[in-house]
C-alpha cells in the first residue's frame, strides 16, 4: 500500500513518462495530436488534458487547496495552446514531486473526503487508496495515449519502471 516512499517513486516515474509522451507527441502536428482516434477521450491532447486535470485535482486534494479555477470546466479543453500545456504539466509535475518529497508518513493515515464533482455529492475513503488511485489513473491514461501515439506512427520511449533512467531515480 501507498507511503512515503511509494508516492516519490511514482513521482519520479510519472514525470519521467509525461516527459517521454510529451517528446513522442512532440513529432506530430497539431491536427494529428487532436485528430478523434477512438480512444476514451478521443484525441492524444484531450487525453493528455484530461490527465492533468485529474493530476490536478488529486494533488489539490493531497495538500487541502482549491484546485485552479480552469479545472472546473471540462477535463479535455484544459490545452490552450500546446507550448502552454508542456509547461503547465513540467509545472505540476515538478508539484507532484515537492509533494512526494514533502509528504508526512501520518499524511498516509485515516481517510480523505473531498467533494466528487464525479458522483455529484461527498466521498471518503483512504489516503492510502487515494496516492494509488492518483499514480494508477496516471498510467492508465497514458498507456492509452502511447497507444495512440504507437498508432499515429510514432514511437516513445521506453516505458517500463526498471529502464527509469538514475537522473529520475535521484530527482
Known amino acids: 500500500m501507498a507511503n512515503k516512499d511509494y508516492v516519490l517513486l511514482m513521482a ?12 513522442a507527441a512532440n513529432a506530430l502536428d497539431e491536427a494529428a495530436r487532436q485528430a478523434e ?11 493528455f488534458s ?7 485535482i488529486w494533488l489539490s486534494r493531497f495538500e487541502e487547496r482549491e484546485p485552479p479555477a480552469n479545472y472546473e470546466s471540462d477535463s479535455t479543453a484544459l490545452i490552450a495552446s500546446w507550448e502552454t500545456f508542456q509547461n503547465e504539466r513540467a509545472a505540476l509535475d515538478r508539484r507532484i514531486l515537492d509533494w512526494a518529497k ?4 501520518e499524511w498516509f493515515e485515516g481517510d480523505l ?17 487515494l496516492a494509488v488511485q492518483m499514480f494508477n489513473h496516471q498510467t492508465h491514461h497514458r498507456g492509452q495515449i502511447h497507444a495512440m501515439l ?6 516513445p520511449d521506453a516505458t517500463d519502471l526498471q529502464a527509469m533512467p538514475r537522473t529520475y531515480l535521484e530527482m
Do not use: C
Not at 484530461?50 to 490536478?56: A, V
Open 50 to 56: 484530461h490527465l492533468l486535470w485529474g493530476d490536478g
Open 12 to 23: 519520479r516515474y510519472n514525470a519521467w513518462q509525461n516527459e517521454n509522451l510529451i517528446k
Open 150 to 155: 504507437t498508432a499515429a506512427g510514432v514511437k
Open 113 to 129: 473526503t473531498w467533494f466528487s464533482g464525479m458522483t455529484g455529492r461527498t466521498a471518503t475513503r483512504p489516503r492510502k487508496m
Open 102 to 105: 514533502d509528504v508526512l508518513p
Open 37 to 47: 482516434r477512438g480512444a476514451f477521450f478521443g484525441s492524444i491532447e484531450k487525453t
